[in-house]
T-cell receptor, first 112, second 109 residues
Framework: DAEITQSPRHKITETGRQVTLACHQTWNHNNMFWYRQDLGHGLRLIHYSYGVQDTNKGEVSDGYSVSRSNTEDLPLTLESAASSQTSVYFC???????????FGPGTRLLVL | QKEVEQNSGPLSVPEGAIASLNCTYSDRGSQSFFWYRQYSGKSPELIMFIYSNGDKEDGRFTAQLNKASQYVSLLIRDSQPSDSATYLCAVAEGFKTIFGAGTRLFVKA
C-alpha cells in the first residue's frame, strides 16, 4: 500500500544546530507539503513543492528550507534551530493541487 | 482576519446526538472544501470533501456547503465516543490549501 513516512518521529536538539526532517511518499504524488502545528494556530504551511526541482515558500518559511531532487522525498531543513521552532511537523502529499492531502505521522521536535 | 475560521470549542455532545461543526472562509474564489479528523497525537485524516453547493452525505457524516455565505459545515449523526477528536476545516484557494485551527469535539458516553 502507498504511504507517506516521516523520520525521525521524535527529535531533541539544541539551539543553533542544523536539523533535517525526512519525508518519503510512495503515492507518486507530484505535490508535497510541510506544515507545523502549534496549539491555537492549527496547521501552518512552511514550504511546498509541485514537482521535482520546484519549491515554494509558505506562510511561515523563515528559518526553513527544502529541496526536491526526486518525486518521493521532500526533506525539511532547519538552518539554525530556534526554540520558537519547537513544534509538531507534518509532511503531506496530494495528487493534484486542490485534492485531498495525505499526511505523514508527524515529527515532534523540541529545541532546547 | 483569518482566512478559514472555526470555533475552537470544545463542543460537547451526548452519545447518539447530532454534532454540528462550522467553518467560514474569506476567499470567494475557493473551489474545494475538506473536513479532516485528527485524534490526539495523530495526523489529520480526510473525512469528506465537497465541491458544490448543497449537502453531501457519507454514512453518519454530512457536509454542507453554501458558497454565497462562505460557509461549510459538518454534521455527525448518532455521535459516538470514538468521534471525539479535533475536526479541521480546509479550503483550497488557488494553489494552496488553508486549514482552520480546528474544533475539538467531545462525545460523552
Amino acid at each position: 500500500d502507498a504511504e507517506i513516512t516521516q523520520s525521525p518521529r521524535h527529535k531533541i536538539t539544541e539551539t543553533g544546530r542544523q536539523v533535517t526532517l525526512a519525508c518519503h511518499q510512495t503515492w507518486n504524488h507530484n505535490n508535497m507539503f510541510w506544515y507545523r502545528q502549534d496549539l491555537g494556530h492549527g496547521l501552518r504551511l512552511i514550504h511546498y513543492s509541485y514537482g521535482v526541482q520546484d519549491t515554494n515558500k509558505g506562510e511561515v518559511s523563515d528559518g526553513y528550507s527544502v529541496s526536491r531532487s526526486n518525486t518521493e522525498d521532500l526533506p525539511l531543513t532547519l538552518e539554525s534551530a530556534a526554540s520558537s521552532q519547537t513544534s509538531v511537523y507534518f509532511c503531506a502529499s496530494s495528487e493534484s493541487i486542490q485534492e485531498t492531502q495525505y499526511f505523514g505521522p508527524g515529527t515532534r521536535l523540541l529545541v532546547l | 482576519q483569518k482566512e478559514v475560521e472555526q470555533n475552537s470549542g470544545p463542543l460537547s455532545v451526548p452519545e447518539g446526538a447530532i454534532a454540528s461543526l462550522n467553518c467560514t472562509y474569506s476567499d470567494r474564489g475557493s473551489q474545494s472544501f475538506f473536513w479532516y479528523r485528527q485524534y490526539s497525537g495523530k495526523s489529520p485524516e480526510l473525512i469528506m470533501f465537497i465541491y458544490s453547493n448543497g449537502d453531501k452525505e457519507d454514512g453518519r457524516f454530512t457536509a454542507q456547503l453554501n458558497k454565497a455565505s462562505q460557509y461549510v459545515s459538518l454534521l455527525i449523526r448518532d455521535s459516538q465516543p470514538s468521534d471525539s477528536a479535533t475536526y479541521l476545516c480546509a479550503v483550497a484557494e488557488g494553489f494552496k490549501t488553508i486549514f482552520g485551527a480546528g474544533t475539538r469535539l467531545f462525545v460523552k458516553a
